[in-house]
């Protein structure tokens, strides 16, 4: 069975206070990871989508990579308007999406 | 552009009730999915369609009837409702995943329904 797994649950960072979020995976055949951003009361917005290990995606203040058996999302000196939930999910063949439970991010001025 | 819309934003039911769950896009899609998010518990699938009139079942699907009768229309009916169906439901759509780049879901901004 497909499993993804997110970490940590929760974090807390003061602004500009760099650090990653990981995402660990066990699939047979992955075909694709994506990151999703989710902001309270809205629905999960897409980032990134990583193909094969060694891939690397940026976006303004993002970075996300991916290895064999996990992908990390990178912040760098983060603001406050990142603070919200960030999603993994993985695809393999053409199945649904297996989701993590997120990453609550929350940055502090 | 509209993107994905969902109807109604928020709704409280009784025990017992029944409803339906409107979803509907303008991007040409394909597919589309009915997911229900829970604290602690992420997103978890609950039915998805591969094209107009099919539907199939993911993860979490008892409780729960679907419809796809037109391409950019996804129902979600709950035929009496339980508590245990207080959540969070979001649509999404996407195009075909194909052989080649995939393509991301995109969502709906949710219904928020109480069971009382």
């Known amino acids: 069975e497909d499993q993804v797994t997110q970490s940590p649950e929760a974090l807390r960072l003061q602004e500009g206070e760099s650090s990653s979020l990981n995402c660990s995976y066990t699939?047979?055949?992955?075909?694709?990871l994506f990151w999703y951003r989710q902001d309270p009361g809205k629905g999960p917005e897409f980032l990134f989508t990583?193909?094969?290990a060694g891939e690397e995606k940026e976006k303004e203040r993002l970075k996300a990579t991916l290895t064999k058996k996990e992908s990390f999302l990178h912040i760098t000196a983060p603001k406050p308007e990142d603070s919200a939930t960030y999603l993994c999910a993985v695809q393999t063949g053409n199945t649904p999406l297996v989701f993590g439970k997120g990453t609550r991010l929350s940055v502090i001025a | 552009n509209a993107g994905v819309t969902q109807t109604p934003k928020f709704r409280v039911l009784k025990t017992g009730q029944s409803m339906t769950l409107l979803c509907a896009q303008d991007m040409n899609h394909e597919y589309m999915y009915w997911y229900r998010q829970d604290p602690g518990m992420g997103l978890r699938l609950i039915h998805y369609?591969?094209?107009?009139?099919?539907?199939a079942k993911g993860e979490v699907p008892d409780g729960y009837n679907v419809s796809r009768l037109k391409k950019q229309n996804f129902l979600l009916g709950l035929e009496s409702a339980a508590p245990s169906q207080t959540s969070v439901y979001f649509c999404?759509?996407?195009?075909?995943?194909?052989?080649?780049?995939?393509?991301?879901?995109?969502f709906g901004d949710g219904t928020r329904l109480s069971i009382l």
């Open positions: 369609s591969v094209g107009e009139g099919t539907t």
């Open positions: 999404a759509s996407s195009y075909y995943p194909g052989q080649g780049s995939l393509q991301p879901q995109h």
């Open positions: 990583l193909y094969s």
């Open positions: 699939v047979s055949g992955l075909r694709g």
